[in-house]
């Protein structure tokens, strides 16, 4: 049956098995989505001192489509926070100024960032590693670490939070 015949507002149910009556049948066209539904990239916060670190883990979330902010201490960190709150911070924990483990303690004890997943990086042995998860981070990677690791890792706890 065509689409026009749809339109004149009745449908034919014969079958080989039998028929019935026709029903009338209200079609519209499909419509557009509304401008306002558009897909929002995730965004991931960086806290890094090194600056070519930073970049490397940017350049790596923004090819897998996150957009990224990116802190080179604990209190430009705690600034950014302020002002929007990320999907994911992924941080070193020797940082200037403000600590990494600090800082996951300020973002637990906050209501507006307590839910935030934290990926910590870290040079440090995996016993100390360990003891940063139970200090608040979600996951952890050491270094040196593929950053496709990191974009996996980011990956699972934003579908984990949601």
Do not use: W
């Not at 509304?34 to 916060?45: D, G, I």
């Not at 600056?51 to 600034?79: K, R, W």
């Not at 990494?100 to 839910?115: K, M």
Request: aromatic content about 4%; overall charge negative; glycine content about 4%.
């Amino acid at each position: 049956m065509s689409m026009n015949a749809l339109s004149a507002k009745a449908a034919d149910t014969s079958s080989e098995v039998g028929s019935a009556p026709a029903f009338p049948v209200d079609i519209e066209p499909a419509r557009a989505a509304p401008a306002a539904l558009k897909v929002v990239p995730r965004t991931v916060m960086i806290v890094e001192d090194e600056p070519g670190l930073a970049e490397v883990l940017a350049l790596n979330l923004q090819a897998s489509g996150f957009e990224t902010v990116t802190a080179h201490d604990g209190l430009q960190a705690l600034y950014l926070l302020d002002q929007s709150v990320p999907d994911v911070v992924v941080l070193d924990l020797q940082l200037p100024q403000v600590s990494g483990f600090r800082l996951i303690q300020l973002l637990r004890s906050r209501t507006a960032t307590a839910r935030i997943p934290i990926v910590v990086i870290t040079a440090l042995s995996f016993r100390e590693a360990e003891d940063v998860v139970r200090r608040g981070a979600d996951a952890f990677l050491t270094k040196p670490f593929v950053p496709e690791e990191v974009v996996n890792c980011v990956e699972r706890l934003i579908s984990r939070a949601m």
